[in-house]
């Protein structure tokens, strides 16, 4: 299932997970105009297995991988 980084974002905080992007070293609190619409193909919390189309996220001291 792919996801556009809107809807990511929308599903996250309305899980009450989402905090903020960061953009080319900005922050915003909603996916910016011109990646709103950009299909994520996969998740990483690795910074190693990054590769276009990955949604880098960085974990919280409560993050369980399971």
Known sequence: MTMTLSEII???KDAGLFKELI???????????ELA?????DLSYDSRTVKEGTLF????LKFDPK
């Not at 996220?57 to 919280?60: D, H, I, R």
């Open 10 to 12: 929308t599903v996250l």
């Open 23 to 33: 953009v080319a070293g900005k922050w915003h609190d909603r996916a910016p105009e």
């Open 37 to 41: 619409n950009r299909t994520v193909l």
């Open 57 to 60: 996220f960085c974990k919280g």
